[in-house]
């Protein structure tokens, strides 16, 4: 079989072995962090804490960090953290003149960036530990086994969980330059995953001991194929623009004039739009929380059911006003075509310069519309998914956030495996072609 040769192939070729193994040995001992409770608490008393976590935007925060959220565990506020701070360096980036010169400087440039991004991190984790504990209090008290009280275990608590996500951060680093993918975006994965075996056998067993049989179940294995195929046409979908080089005369030798092509992508916002829609879904819940008053509860009551209609109208169309925005601020036609004009690169038919950045601006326009309606269409799947009946636990992963990582950081692993493969003269993992990552995504995650 091909899939066993493939696996032989692999494992002759020692720098990728040694690669996947190292992978593996890190994400065990992020797996095995992330069942170690915060000293002194009582891994007894979480049920109501568990109770929170299963739907809402609280759900998604236990879905990234693999469950350690509702462990209460040394790991709990997990790798978003550095994400948040990722975003916000991200686009300080587009809008701050010093950033914009430091990404301009290569390798120290990076490193200052990844520095900031660092202390960014910190100071993040400073504010969302106490707020954690804040709430792990609340639902410890509710479970009638109250949190450790005193200033220091405040703090300590708060060490603690600070460098457990820092320490997280640094097994996504070591992932990446001694394992493989992107470290950072293979633990979201990772985090993911270890939910799907216990939904999927939750949702069997639903279904067979329950209303629907084994008809109904196989029935939403094969739509959650459908969407899973939707997610990789999103993610792989390009528009590919040619560019001719001009010929460079150097001595006696032509050089250049091939012509090569630059990948635009449909949906070149990857999974921010949704990030961003979902940050915002979460206001109306504030809103209702510091207000008394019933005609207030009442409006703002319909936009916290997530299966409800006027939610996920808001939530799609929210998506795609911040897939253009998002778009708009990553995506730059006019430096793009500079840097063609640069390397004496040109769009056959159009000019050079001013023209150019138009004609990108234009192509970008036209694929990023209905590259925002699929996208919108993907991150509504799970409420269609729970409308039909399906179980909370199971439809997180019918699409949204969840899915299109998991596509994308999946087919990046692929593809950084595939050219490992290639580069030794072994057959790919595809008869039909190379595999197809995030070519030219703004984020890995």
Known sequence: MRAVETIKNIWKIEDLKSRILTTLLLIAVYRFGSFVVIPGIDPQALTALQNQTKGGLMALIDMFSGGAFSNASIFALGIMPYISASIVIQLLAIAVPYFQKLQREGESGRRKINQYTRILTIVILIFQGPAYLINLNSQLKA???????????????????????????????????????????????????ARLPKSLLQEASLRVTGAGGLVVFLAEIIFLLLVIAACILLVQGTRKVPVQYAKRIIGNKQYGGARQYIPLKVNAAGVMPIIFAQAIMFIPLTIIGFSNAESVQSFWSAFMDNTGFWYNLVFGVLIIVFTWFYTAITINPTQMAEDMKRNNGFIPGIKPGKRTSEYLDNIMSKITLPGSFFLAIVAIFPAIARICGVSLEFSQFFGGTSLLIMVGVVLDTLQQVESHLLMRHYDGLLKSGKIKGRTGAVAAY
């Open 143 to 193: 479970a009638g086994a109250p949190m450790p009280a005193g200033f220091w275990f405040i703090v300590s608590s708060t060490v603690i969980l600070a460098a457990g996500s820092m320490f997280i951060m640094w097994l996504g680093e070591r992932i990446t330059d001694k394992g493989v993918g992107n470290g950072i975006s293979f633990i979201i994965l990772v985090g993911i995953i």
